[in-house]
């Protein structure tokens, strides 16, 4: 009976620290927002990382004291200095991470802070915004089929769980048109503005504006990263200096020209492009400026974590500009095999590579190339991505944008 109730009393002591403890981290959290004046939380499904880049670029240019914090190919924290940090995680990735990183952009005194949201569960998205960031400016990038298995099971549901970010009392920031009704709706139901980028801000980035970018940025991206530095009142013509300034972030979306024994090997890194409206996109332009006279090689990463992805891909695969041959690296290749199978592609036209590393898989991507080479690399960075674009562009002898 004694040690029944020494029990009781243990865990009803241990709960009442956990209550007293989280109340403490909940009150020292909200004391910590209020250092940070103006708090931008970017949510999307492609261009996150670039957008908050941009902002970042952005707004240092026009002279405010600017922190980051992205969760693209690789988590970092970027200084008041435009210096990136890599974040290290010692485990899976958790959304309390965001927490932590406000706590340490707290330390260096910013006006700004631009961070990425890292939840994909519609619940933690919404979470995140309203006991994480609590931002002043909210931006959604886009809506696009990707995660539908946390998020879908259409991208319209995808626009839905998205706009859980949107914030309380605020401005919303989208170049979303097709499910622009859903944030108007997110906006009205929490009291804030909803600032949408149209497609004629979108045409006013040419190409002018975009050639002094070291890598392949989308005009949208840039749009939208302007919009929210204009109004934050930074002029448009320094912003986008700032912004021509960045160096590209892992994982950009660059063509390598790789000379092997007299031929050419083009090689495009579209592994961070990996919703299939994205992916379609980069292959169809880098057919028509580069395909002709080239065989087309797709490599295609699988994740045996993300096997929807994997079949989405090969859904519209068949649908596009025939490659000669599709390369099947990573991890659970066969969810993109069966699939791709079913919806018209030859079994002959694919070989799995899976588990080899980046210099077989090299070797075996110059064995279909009968010729010169156009190879583009797809649907997933980690898992085997990054270590192939790394293999290639050490090896490339010009760098182009897309």
Known sequence: MVSTQILVGTIGGAWAFLVVFLVLEASYHRRTLKQIPIRIHVNGTRGK???????????????????????????????????????????????I????????????????????????????????????????????????????????PGPRDVALALAGSTPFGARLYTAERRYLDVFEDACADRGSELCAVGETEVAAIDDAMLAPFDYAEHAENVALALKVCEDLGVDRAAALAGMQA???????????????????????????????????????????????????IAVVN????????????????????????????????????????????????MTIAEG????????????????????????NVHGGGVELARYFANRAAKVEEL
């Open 49 to 95: 990382t670039s957008v908050v880049r941009l902002i970042n670029a952005g707004l240092r240019a026009g002279g405010y004291r600017v922190v980051a914090k992205t969760t693209g190919s690789f988590a970092a924290f970027t200084g008041p200095d435009g210096i990136d940090y890599p974040i290290h995680r010692p485990d899976h990735p958790n959304i």
């Open 97 to 152: 991470e965001q927490m932590r990183v406000i706590w340490r952009m707290r330390r260096f005194d910013p006006e700004i802070a631009v961070i990425e949201c890292m939840a994909l569960q519609p619940t933690y998205q919404s979470l995140t915004e309203r006991m994480m960031v609590k931002s002043t400016h909210g931006v959604i990038t886009n809506a696009r089929a990707d995660h539908l298995d946390v998020m879908g």
């Open 246 to 296: 960045l160096p590209p972030e892992v994982g950009a979306t660059r063509i390598l020209d790789v000379p092997f024994f007299g031929r050419s090997l083009v090689f495009v890194n579209a592994f961070a492009a990996n919703d299939p409206e994205s992916t379609e996109m980069i292959w169809k332009k880098v057919v028509a400026s580069h395909g002709a006279g080239r065989d087309k």
């Open 302 to 349: 699988c994740r045996f974590d993300r096997p929807q992805r994997s079949q989405q891909l090969a859904d519209v695969a068949a649908q596009w500009t025939p490659a000669e041959h599709y390369i099947l690296i990573g991890s659970g290749t066969m969810h993109f095999a069966n699939r791709a199978v079913k919806r018209g592609l030859s079994p002959n036209a």
């Open 356 to 379: 080899l590393a980046s210099s077989e898989i090299f070797e075996t991507i110059v064995e279909h190339c009968r010729g010169d080479g156009l190879i583009v690399g797809m649907c």
